[in-house]
């Protein structure tokens, strides 16, 4: 398993698949063919059904800038390794195509060819379930933090530190910044006046409406192309920082005990990209609103109950549990409608999955590797129209009154 470290990116919003990976794709494909008179580069399958929407042309542009670019588009083909094909082809002054690269953009800002990662960072981790983790944890009676140094080393704390000040800047950012969101849908942000609102409502429901204007915060940044750390995913990119920012203040943890937490949520969401995946066009958004509940409710119960392991897996096993099935129906192309609100109720859940968990005895019967294989099996099942392409769900129900984000 990689380092928890390829889990955190920080990058521009609004989508890791569909504007980090193509313009990291493009950067590279532009390094190896220096020597071109111009690109050509067709999209494929969600990348190319909710592509405009989510920057990815513009991501792709930028990245081959100066040398003129021609983006094709074609929604209505999905290649069998992936929704998120992109073909990169080098041409001559003539058009003559030089050089071609078929990549897969796989979620997460990660990419992949045909059954390779391409992928520069090694296995850090002998372990690929956290099945496997725990019972090394026990046998050599570490803790999940002590386990991350051991794999990672020392230096691993001091990244963590680095993405918890990009996670704060983005909510700090995002509490004082009441521009509406751009595209079609014309969405005033919420933020700013939820955190308002808070501080006059009772104490109970005014955290958690803090804890909503937190996530809020983040994911308005993320929609309108800001900078965010991907957690896993820039469409979920609101709910773990949201979380961590509010026991923070409302706790008084420290940052050290924030930083280990961290650690232990990456881990969570590593072990979901290995073994199924937190790509909304492969798996549906349970894949990455899902996963980043389960990476706050872990973090949350280790914060918590730090010696307990079987909490902390319950914990994250929950937070997965109950957001099985959940649909990518991105409502013309955007990372707004229905993807800005449920980062906010999913940082209230994973505070419920993490309470529930500390509160019994941690003992459960279905294990987090197991409900992980659930979630992939779910996802494939999937039709595609439910999987990022904008063209079911939420976003085909509405799509009579706003433009299609490609028309």
């Not at 959940?326 to 419920?352: K, S």
Request: hydrophobic fraction near 40%; charge should be negative; charged fraction near 20%.
């Amino acid at each position: 398993m990689k380092t928890i470290k390829t889990i955190y990116k920080v990058g521009m919003g609004p989508s890791s698949s569909h504007t980090m990976g193509p313009n990291v794709a493009a950067r590279r494909f532009a390094a190896a063919n220096a020597a071109s008179h111009s690109y050509r580069v067709t999209l494929y399958g969600s990348l190319a059904a909710t592509g405009k929407g989510h920057l990815t042309d513009q991501a792709i542009i930028s990245a081959l800038s100066p040398k003129p670019v021609e983006i094709i588009w074609e929604p209505s083909i999905f290649l069998p390794f992936h929704p998120n094909a992109m073909d990169f082809e080098s041409l001559d002054s003539g058009g003559n195509v030089l050089a071609k690269w078929r990549v897969y953009s796989i979620g997460g800002g990660d990419l992949a060819e045909e059954n390779v990662s391409v992928s520069e960072e090694e296995d850090t981790y002998p372990h690929n379930s956290l099945s496997d983790i725990l019972e090394y944890c026990k046998s050599n009676d570490l803790l999940l933090h002590e386990y991350i140094e051991e794999m990672e080393g020392p230096d691993v704390w001091d990244f963590l530190m680095e993405v918890w000040g990009k996670m704060t800047s983005a909510i700090k950012r995002g509490l004082h910044n009441d521009e509406r969101l751009p595209g079609v849908l014309n969405l005033p942000r919420k933020a700013r006046y939820f955190s308002k609102k808070a501080k006059m409502m009772p104490s109970a429901v005014g955290r958690t409406t803090l804890i909503f204007s937190y996530a809020l915060a983040c994911s308005e940044e993320n929609a309108s192309g800001g900078v965010v750390v991907t957690a896993p995913t820039c469409g979920s990119s609101g709910v773990l920082p949201a979380v961590l920012y509010d026991l923070l203040h409302y706790r008084d943890i420290s940052e050290r005990d924030i930083v280990r937490a961290l650690g232990t949520a990456g881990l969570i969401g590593n072990l979901a990209r290995t073994n199924a995946s937190i790509s909304g066009a492969e798996v549906g958004c349970q894949g990455e609103v899902g996963v980043a509940c389960a990476m706050a409710s872990a973090a949350v119960a280790q914060l918590i109950e730090p010696a307990s392991l079987s909490c902390v897996e319950y914990a994250a096993e929950m937070g997965i549990e109950h957001h099985l099935g959940l649909t990518c129906d991105p409502v013309a192309g955007l990372v707004q409608i229905p993807c800005i609100e449920r980062n906010a109720m999913a940082a209230v859940r994973a505070l419920e999955c993490a309470a529930f968990s500390v509160t019994s005895d941690g003992r459960h019967r279905v294990r987090f590797d197991q409900v992980i294989n659930v979630m992939n099996e779910t996802g494939r099942d999937l039709q595609s129209r439910y999987k990022e392409t904008a063209a079911g769900g939420l976003a085909a129900e509405l799509a009579a009154k706003y433009i299609p984000a490609n028309k």
